[in-house]
């Protein structure tokens, strides 16, 4: 058996500039605090982010965007952060906004392996720039495209030496699909139990998915 455990030192060898990662999070709630630290830590730059949002400036993703590490973000709100609109107006960083719904569907579809998605979200609107319009049955869509990243770093409420994962209440978010659409899923988990210890219908998401483990004694 694969072990799956890293330190978050060892963690910071998966890091390098230009990566696009994934983030799970929803303001931050059910965001991996230390493995956001440790991506911070590691000076790597001009990564793209796929979130939810940017949190806050010292939250979530909110220190990465503040010290200047983010090339672009591809995000469904950002209100929440002020330093994401400064540096959005002033050129600094790029600024893709998807509708929440279009966005966790684009990343569906790249964890399932399709080749997209239709909505009729955007169309007329601002959004559809870009976009291919298909009409079936008279009704215009947007083609939205899958979206994959390069590393997944997400957050769990248990995790088993399989890599195994339950999640809690709402910081369940965005995290276990991000899991499906990124080349290496890294998880740091609030416990770590034994094999057996989640029953078989709590998984949520399966071991076979998970790359690596951030062990809780490393908190």
Do not use: W
């Amino acid at each position: 058996m694969k072990d799956k455990h890293l330190t978050l030192p060892q963690a910071s060898r998966l890091f390098r500039d230009g990566m696009t990662i994934m983030v799970g999070g929803f303001m931050g709630i059910g965001t991996p605090p230390r493995l956001v630290n440790a991506l911070l830590d590691s000076g790597v730059r001009d990564l793209t982010l796929i979130a939810n949002d940017t949190a806050f400036v010292d939250t979530g993703i909110g220190p990465l965007i503040v010290n200047g590490r983010v090339k672009k973000v591809i995000a469904s709100h950002i209100g929440t952060n002020p330093e994401t609109g400064r540096r959005m107006i002033n050129g600094e960083m790029e600024v893709q906004l998807v509708p929440q719904g279009t966005l966790i569907e684009q990343i569906r579809c790249g964890g399932a392996g399709l080749g997209g998605a239709l909505t009729p979200t955007g169309v007329g609107t601002v959004v559809e720039e870009g976009k291919q319009r298909i009409t079936l049955d008279k009704v215009t869509y947007l083609l939205e495209r899958p979206l994959r990243a390069d590393l997944a770093l997400i957050r769990a409420h248990q995790a088993d030496a399989l890599g195994n994962l339950t999640y809690q209440l709402s910081a369940r978010n965005f995290n276990p699909l991000l899991a499906l659409a990124a080349d290496i899923t890294l998880v740091e988990p609030d416990e770590l139990v034994a094999i057996g210890d989640i029953a078989p219908d709590r998984v949520v998401t399966p071991g076979a998915l998970v790359d690596y483990i951030i062990t809780p004694e490393e908190r």
